[in-house]
């Protein structure tokens, strides 16, 4: 069964750009998981969703949106890059959004902003 | 505040034993989790314990005392292929609904 899939795996933009991130959980999981780790640091939570429902969000600006769509999939969308958005995005799927389902996650996408 | 705190580093030589530690500060608590990463590579899960008491799963066992919040992840017969970091992480339900908040990781490395 394939796992947790990111697009893409690399990128680079500029201060000032707009960036989305894809993602897709593995099959039958209905919860997906956004974080942000910065190199040697662990991950911080930016986004859950559920069922196509927004379950929780970090402590992220506005600047930081995201979605699920119908087959679960999600987007994460960062607007007005700043240089210290630059870090290794994760997205990490879940059965549901109970406390007890353990979260599996993706290869990341690593942004560098310029 | 809420934290969780491990040791940034620990070296160990191949075939011993190590433990990492984790002691957490949550306003709730759910249960503690531990996963392992390779340089580069995605935050692979090991354990998750929800009451106090040992975790086994093969070589890695896991254990947890919420009295204390406290735990260690015990790494026995280490592989070079151990080599990595692990980070503790904690579900807490005060915090974002049941996401989990990650210590700063631990990074492990296997001496020959």
């Known amino acids: 069964d394939a796992g947790v899939t990111q697009s893409p795996t690399h990128l680079i933009k500029t201060r000032g750009q707009h960036v989305t991130l894809r993602c897709s959980p593995i099959?039958?999981?209905?919860?997906v998981s956004w974080y942000q780790q910065v190199l040697g640091q662990g991950p911080q939570f930016i986004f859950q969703?559920?069922?196509?429902?927004?379950?929780g969000r970090g402590n992220f600006p506005d600047r930081f949106s995201a979605r699920q769509f119908p087959n679960y999939s999600s987007e994460l969308n960062v607007n007005a890059l700043l240089l210290g958005d630059s870090a290794l995005y994760l997205c990490?799927?879940?059965?549901?959004?109970?406390?007890?389902?353990?979260?599996?996650f993706g290869p990341g996408t690593r942004l560098t902003v310029l | 505040g809420q934290s969780l705190e491990q040791p940034s580093e620990v070296t160990a030589v191949e075939g011993a034993i190590v433990q990492i530690n984790c002691t957490y500060q949550?306003?709730?608590?759910?249960?503690l989790s531990w996963y392992q990463q390779h340089d580069g590579g995605a935050p692979t899960f090991l354990s998750y314990?929800?009451?106090?008491g040992l975790e086994e799963t093969g070589r890695f066992s896991s254990f947890l005392s919420r009295s204390d919040s406290y735990g260690y992840l015990l790494l026995q017969e280490l592989q070079m292929k151990d080599s990595a970091s692990y980070f503790c992480?904690?579900?807490?339900?005060?915090?974002?609904?049941?996401?989990?908040?990650f210590g700063a990781g631990t990074r492990l490395t296997v001496k020959p």
């Open positions: 990490a799927s879940s059965l549901t959004s109970g406390r007890l389902d353990t979260q599996y």
């Open positions: 314990n929800a009451l106090d």
């Open positions: 099959s039958g999981h209905k919860s």
């Open positions: 992480a904690v579900r807490d339900p005060s915090y974002n609904n049941n996401d989990m908040r």
């Open positions: 969703y559920y069922e196509k429902e927004e379950r």
């Open positions: 949550t306003s709730g608590f759910y249960g």
